[in-house]
């Protein structure tokens, strides 16, 4: 069974600090991943995406990949009470064309 | 705009009624993609499509149908034979090829409940 995992939270973080999320997989074959933002009572919006090792920013997001470890998280630099939501993550299976299997999902709370 | 619709935003199902959500995208993307989401809980792949005329089950298939009849539209049909359909119903689309082939975007959903 593939499978990937996040804490499920809430995630509690200040206004204006580092909110870091995890998230782990189990498919070691697995090249592409994906962080999704859903906010309550909405559907999911792509906020990053990466493919190799290392880190990828965008704005104030961070994606970091660690491929060995098997473990992709998600920074959150200069956190506002917008970001307050639900992150999940996605992995693309291997042999599975372009399904993707998604995380329960972590929620974060940006508290004032 | 280009962009996935989904209709209705709510829907009632009665027992023993078929029920269908709509699915429409303009992104001319090959691939299309129905989630089911409870409450708490991930998305569970319920069909998806990378073709017209081709579908493939997901996870979660039993109880429910659906048709690739033109790249736009992948509707879903709640049957009957579902016991439990109260969710949140989340389409999906991706490009197939190429870098980032497969990023999928998702529209606004449906919330299925049972009267």
């Known amino acids: 069974q593939k499978e990937v995992e996040q804490n499920s939270g809430p995630l509690s973080v200040p206004e204006g600090a580092i909110a870091s999320l995890n998230c782990t997989y189990s498919d070691r074959g697995s090249q592409s991943f994906f962080w999704y933002r859903q906010y309550s009572g909405k559907s999911p919006e792509l906020i990053m995406s990466i493919y190799s090792n290392g880190d990828k920013e965008d704005g104030r997001f961070t994606a970091q990949l660690n491929k060995a470890s098997q473990y992709v998280s998600l920074l959150i630099r200069d956190s506002q009470p917008s970001d307050s939501a639900t992150y999940l993550c996605?992995?693309?299976?291997?042999?599975?064309?372009?399904?993707?299997?998604f995380g329960t999902g972590t929620q974060l709370k940006v508290e004032l | 705009d280009g962009g996935i619709t989904q209709s209705p935003k709510y829907l009632f199902r009665k027992e023993g009624q078929n029920v269908t959500l709509s699915c429409e995208q303009n992104?001319?993307?090959?691939?299309m993609y129905w989630y089911r989401q409870d409450p708490g809980q991930g998305l569970r792949l319920i069909y998806y499509?990378?073709?017209?005329?081709?579908?493939q089950k997901g996870d979660i298939a039993e109880g429910y149908s659906v048709s690739r009849e033109k790249k736009e539209s992948f509707p879903l049909t709640v049957t009957s034979a579902q016991k439990n359909p109260t969710a949140f119903y989340l389409c999906?689309?991706?490009?197939?090829?190429?870098?980032?082939?497969?990023?999928?975007?998702f529209g606004p959903g449906t919330r299925l409940l049972v009267l």
């Open positions: 996605a992995v693309k299976v291997t042999g599975g064309g372009n399904k993707l299997t």
């Open positions: 992104l001319n993307h090959d691939a």
């Open positions: 999906a689309s991706s490009p197939t090829g190429g870098s980032g082939g497969e990023t999928q975007y």
């Open positions: 499509s990378q073709i017209v005329n081709d579908f």
